[in-house]
Structures are given as structure tokens and as C-alpha cells.
């Protein structure tokens, strides 16, 4: 089943555009509707704040750490490093659950759903998709100005500890005028919502969050060339008999002629094995089971969705040191491998408890077990060939280096 996409999207500097009346029109402190002049005014104000919010490790309880110290604008605004997850908190001591995502190409996520249909599709043969899209892993927030609130506040990243405490030292900072000149009341509920709205308007800025200049785009536009090997990647990450990536990872355009954002946003589970580097893991009754909780909270019960996590898009995956929800694997190599290999090798990705039996999906509780994805290019017996080999996996490799920005100037 390939479900593709049509996220409402539209080229780069439009949706800019289009983005300028909504912020303005949902501004309290603003007394009328503005011009269009006066909006696109303040949208740019908001930005250029929200950039400087975005790098100033002032806003965090330990006075060192920043949006950027995790998303880093040289990784793509992922994470600079190869730790899974990063260090936080008030004395930079406090671990994080998750690997860190790459702050691109959010623009295109959907807000959350938990039923997914096509709008492609007639209704008579729409499939419902399941829960898809939100942000985060786990699609627990929909707007960047909301997800602002989770890093700002948490006690392991940002550990601000109230907005108050956020507001004061934007206060305090080279930018703190112009931040309550925007705000328009200088009260903490106002200025904080300023500042998470600022923060949504420089995530806006398509040249630095969305700016579609890989070898992949430029090869879409009939720019470029792709080599051999590239080419033989790509057939194989939509080949349905080998990778079959692209079922999920979606490589083309869609009917609207949107460029293809290397997923379909459901919320799919894996399986992939436990990382016992996570601190919190080290509890062995703990799990990070995604959409049904422990951290997301309103699908707490749902056995159904236990185990599920965003599809990420690909874009730029190549600047990654760390891959999947709880950044277990380490290479780009290894990530591609176990698509391969889960089935066929799983003594290779799980540890043997102590009869020497393979703990198979060993970050999900039995009863969850189920709730794994088996189709191709999973779903090989143990022992069997792979449905990939290694120059096979070698090539899907080079090929996703085709999806790193940069390559247009
Ligand atoms: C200590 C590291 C750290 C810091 C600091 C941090 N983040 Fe994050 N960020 C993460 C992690 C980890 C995730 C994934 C969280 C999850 O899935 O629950 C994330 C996710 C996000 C997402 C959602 C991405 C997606 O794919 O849906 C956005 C947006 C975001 N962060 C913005 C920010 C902003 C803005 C700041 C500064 C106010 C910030 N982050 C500070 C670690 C960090
Ligand atoms: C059934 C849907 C599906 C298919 C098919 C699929 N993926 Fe994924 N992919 C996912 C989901 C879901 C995740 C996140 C899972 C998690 O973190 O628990 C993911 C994560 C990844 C990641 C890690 C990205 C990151 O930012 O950490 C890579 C790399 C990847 N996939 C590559 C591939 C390749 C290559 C193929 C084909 C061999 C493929 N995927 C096939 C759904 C799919």
C-alpha cells in the first residue's frame, strides 16, 4: 500500500507567505487586523527575534545550553554528536529519552490524526492509514510554537524553571526591547507566547529550514545526473522486491507537484532493540512505547498502538550519528542493515538472555510484540537470504547521501 501524501504545501516562498496572516491574526496583543505590509513586517521581526532565542543559551537553567546546542544548523538542526541522546537539564546532567530530530522539513508534517485517509483517494477506496503525523516521535504536539513550550520547560533539556524564569532573561538579553515592543504588554503570559511565536517564525524561514537544495532535488528538476551507484540505490529503495522503502519514505512527488518529503508520516512500529546507553532503560520494567505513552499521555491503554513511532523523513539523514527513536544504531550503514537483517539475522541486533534464547524485540513488552511491522522488506524467516545484500545496502547508502541539502548553491 503506498499512501501518498498530499500535504497542504506549496513552493517555499509561498507557504512563507501564507504563513504571514495567521501569525499576525493570532497575535492578542495586536488591536486590528494589520495590512499585509505591516504583517509581513512583523513576521520578519518575529524571525529575526526568534533567531536569536534559537542560539542564546541565556534561556536555559543552566545558562549554557540552547535550541541550537541540540539542533544544530551544521547537522541539518539535528544532533551534532554521536551520543543517542543529549545531556540536559539545570546542571547539564539529566539525559534525554529520544534521539534528537532534524528540525527540517517540519513544515509538511500534518497535524495529528489518529485515522489517515488519502485525499487522493475516492472515499469508497480509501484505506485508512492509521495515526499519522504530529510533532515529535510520538505526534504529541502540532504547532512548532507549542513544541517550543516542551524543551523550554523540561527538566532535562532546557530547565527553565516557568515561563516567568524564560521571560526574565529574554528580558535581560540584547534582544529583550524588541521582544517587548512585539509582544505589546509587557506581562509574562504575553511575552512568553511572543516568544514561543518567535521562535515558530524563524522555523519558518525556508532558506534555513525547508530550502529542497539536495542532489536528489536537482536531479528531479533535471539539473544534475545521478551516478551508477546512485541510481542503482534509488531502484532499489522503491523496488518492492528489495527495500521497499519508498513505501513508507515516500521518493516522488505528489499530485500536487510538492517535492517528495521522504515519508508518510504514519506512526509505524519497528521494533528496534533497546538501548541500554538511555539512563531511563537502566529501569528494566521502563519503556518508551511511543504513541500509546508512557510520555505521550491520551493513548495511554491503547495496546494497539504501542511500539509506534513517526516515520522520520530522509532528508538529510546522511549528517546523522544516530538513527531511530532511541538512537541505538550509529551508522547510516547499519540503519539501512536492519531493515535487511531484522528477520533473517535477528542474533545480530538482539542480545540472547540467559538460555541463549534471542531476545527478539527486546524494547517491547510480549503482549506489544504484535504491533511490529512485517511486511517486506521484513518478514524472512531466521536464516533465510536477506533482501538485501550488503553492495545492495551499500548502494541504498550512497544513495540517501543524494538527500543532503547543500548540493544547489
Ligand atoms: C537537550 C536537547 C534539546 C534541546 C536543548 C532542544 N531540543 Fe528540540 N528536540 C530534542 C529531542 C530529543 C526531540 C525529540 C523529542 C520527542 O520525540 O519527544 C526534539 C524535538 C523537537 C521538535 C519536533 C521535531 C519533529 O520531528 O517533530 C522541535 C520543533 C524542536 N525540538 C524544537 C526545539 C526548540 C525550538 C528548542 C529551543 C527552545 C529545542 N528544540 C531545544 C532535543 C532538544
Ligand atoms: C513500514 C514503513 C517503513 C518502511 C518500509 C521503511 N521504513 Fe525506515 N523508518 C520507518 C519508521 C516508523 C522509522 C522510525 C522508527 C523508530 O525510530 O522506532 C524509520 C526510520 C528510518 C531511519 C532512521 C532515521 C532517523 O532519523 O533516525 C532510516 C535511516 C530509515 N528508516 C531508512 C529506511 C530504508 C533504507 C528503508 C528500506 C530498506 C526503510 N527505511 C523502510 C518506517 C519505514
Given at each position: 500500500?503506498?499512501?501518498?501524501?498530499?500535504?497542504?504545501?506549496?513552493?517555499?516562498?509561498?507557504?512563507?507567505?501564507?504563513?504571514?496572516?495567521?501569525?499576525?491574526?493570532?497575535?492578542?496583543?495586536?488591536?486590528?487586523?494589520?495590512?499585509?505590509?505591516?504583517?509581513?513586517?512583523?513576521?520578519?521581526?518575529?524571525a529575526a527575534v526568534g533567531r536569536k532565542i534559537f542560539f542564546d543559551p541565556a534561556l536555559s537553567g543552566s545558562g549554557k545550553l540552547?535550541?541550537?546546542?541540540?539542533?544544530?544548523?551544521?547537522?541539518?538542526?539535528?544532533?551534532?554528536?554521536?551520543?543517542?541522546?543529549?545531556?540536559?537539564?539545570?546542571?547539564?546532567?539529566?539525559?534525554?529519552?529520544?534521539?534528537?530530530?532534524?528540525?527540517?522539513y517540519l513544515q509538511a508534517v500534518p497535524h495529528?490524526?489518529?485515522?489517515?485517509?488519502d485525499s487522493g483517494e475516492s472515499a469508497s477506496e480509501s484505506?485508512?492509514?492509521?495515526?499519522?503525523?504530529?510533532?515529535?516521535?510520538?505526534?504529541?504536539?502540532?504547532?512548532?510554537?507549542?513544541?517550543?513550550?516542551?524543551?523550554?520547560?523540561?527538566?532535562?533539556?532546557?530547565?527553565?524553571e516557568s515561563p516567568a524564569a524564560v521571560v526574565a532573561a529574554a528580558r535581560r538579553s540584547p534582544y529583550g526591547p524588541e521582544l517587548l515592543k512585539l509582544s505589546g504588554s509587557a506581562g509574562t503570559a504575553p511575552v512568553f507566547d511572543t516568544i514561543l511565536e518567535s521562535l515558530e517564525a524563524w522555523q519558518q524561514d525556508y532558506r534555513q529550514f525547508y530550502p529542497y537544495s539536495s542532489k536528489y532535488d536537482a536531479w528531479l528538476?533535471?539539473?544534475?545526473?545521478?551516478?551508477?551507484?546512485?541510481?542503482?540505490?534509488?531502484?532499489?529503495?522503491?523496488?518492492?522486491?528489495?527495500?521497499?522503502?519508498?513505501?513508507?519514505?515516500?521518493?516522488t512527488r505528489d499530485?500536487?507537484?510538492?517535492?517528495?518529503?521522504?515519508?508518510?508520516?504514519?506512526?509505524?512500529?519497528?521494533?528496534?532493540?533497546?538501548?541500554r546507553e538511555i539512563h531511563a532503560n537502566k529501569d528494566p520494567h521502563w519503556f518508551d512505547l511511543g504513541l500509546c505513552g508512557p510520555i505521550r499521555t491520551d493513548f495511554r491503554g491503547r495496546d494497539e498502538y504501542c511500539g509506534r513511532f513517526r516515520t522520520p523523513s530522509l532528508r538529510n539523514v546522511a549528517t546523522r550519528q544516530v538513527f531511530f527513536?532511541?538512537?541505538?544504531?550509529?551508522?547510516?550503514?547499519?540503519?539501512?542493515?536492519?531493515?535487511?537483517?531484522?528477520?533473517?539475522?535477528?542474533?545480530k541486533w538482539y542480545p540472547r538472555d540467559a538460555t541463549g534464547k534471542?531476545?527478539?524485540?527486546?524494547?517491547?513488552?510480549?503482549?506489544?510484540?504484535?504491533?511490529v511491522e512485517t511486511g517486506s522488506p521484513f518478514g524472512r524467516s531466521p536464516g533465510a537470504t536477506p533482501a538485501l545484500s550488503e553492495e545492495e545496502v551499500a548502494d541504498i547508502v550512497t544513495f540517501l547521501g543524494t538527500l543532503t541539502d547543500g548540493f544547489i548553491r
Amino acid at each position: 500500500m503506498k499512501r501518498v501524501l498530499s500535504a497542504v504545501f506549496l513552493v517555499a516562498a509561498v507557504a512563507v507567505l501564507a504563513q504571514i496572516p495567521r501569525l499576525a491574526s493570532s497575535t492578542e496583543a495586536q488591536p486590528g487586523p494589520l495590512s499585509r505590509k505591516a504583517a509581513a513586517e512583523r513576521a520578519s521581526a518575529l524571525a529575526a527575534v526568534g533567531r536569536k532565542i534559537f542560539f542564546d543559551p541565556a534561556l536555559s537553567g543552566s545558562g549554557k545550553l540552547s535550541c541550537s546546542s541540540c539542533h544544530d544548523p551544521a547537522f541539518a538542526y539535528g544532533p551534532p554528536n554521536a551520543l543517542s541522546v543529549q545531556m540536559g537539564g539545570a546542571n547539564l546532567l539529566r539525559p534525554g529519552l529520544r534521539a534528537v530530530s532534524s528540525l527540517r522539513y517540519l513544515q509538511a508534517v500534518p497535524h495529528f490524526t489518529e485515522h489517515y485517509f488519502d485525499s487522493g483517494e475516492s472515499a469508497s477506496e480509501s484505506v485508512d492509514g492509521g495515526p499519522t503525523g504530529g510533532l515529535t516521535w510520538d505526534g504529541r504536539v502540532d504547532r512548532i510554537r507549542e513544541q517550543a513550550r516542551i524543551p523550554l520547560l523540561s527538566d532535562f533539556e532546557s530547565a527553565n524553571e516557568s515561563p516567568a524564569a524564560v521571560v526574565a532573561a529574554a528580558r535581560r538579553s540584547p534582544y529583550g526591547p524588541e521582544l517587548l515592543k512585539l509582544s505589546g504588554s509587557a506581562g509574562t503570559a504575553p511575552v512568553f507566547d511572543t516568544i514561543l511565536e518567535s521562535l515558530e517564525a524563524w522555523q519558518q524561514d525556508y532558506r534555513q529550514f525547508y530550502p529542497y537544495s539536495s542532489k536528489y532535488d536537482a536531479w528531479l528538476a533535471g539539473k544534475t545526473s545521478l551516478s551508477e551507484a546512485e541510481k542503482r540505490g534509488l531502484q532499489l529503495f522503491t523496488d518492492p522486491r528489495k527495500g521497499d522503502c519508498a513505501r513508507c519514505h515516500v521518493a516522488t512527488r505528489d499530485g500536487n507537484g510538492s517535492p517528495p518529503q521522504f515519508t508518510d508520516y504514519a506512526m509505524v512500529a519497528l521494533g528496534v532493540p533497546r538501548n541500554r546507553e538511555i539512563h531511563a532503560n537502566k529501569d528494566p520494567h521502563w519503556f518508551d512505547l511511543g504513541l500509546c505513552g508512557p510520555i505521550r499521555t491520551d493513548f495511554r491503554g491503547r495496546d494497539e498502538y504501542c511500539g509506534r513511532f513517526r516515520t522520520p523523513s530522509l532528508r538529510n539523514v546522511a549528517t546523522r550519528q544516530v538513527f531511530f527513536h532511541n538512537g541505538v544504531v550509529h551508522s547510516l550503514k547499519d540503519a539501512v542493515e536492519f531493515y535487511a537483517q531484522r528477520d533473517t539475522n535477528p542474533e545480530k541486533w538482539y542480545p540472547r538472555d540467559a538460555t541463549g534464547k534471542v531476545m527478539k524485540f527486546d524494547d517491547l513488552p510480549t503482549q506489544y510484540q504484535r504491533n511490529v511491522e512485517t511486511g517486506s522488506p521484513f518478514g524472512r524467516s531466521p536464516g533465510a537470504t536477506p533482501a538485501l545484500s550488503e553492495e545492495e545496502v551499500a548502494d541504498i547508502v550512497t544513495f540517501l547521501g543524494t538527500l543532503t541539502d547543500g548540493f544547489i548553491r
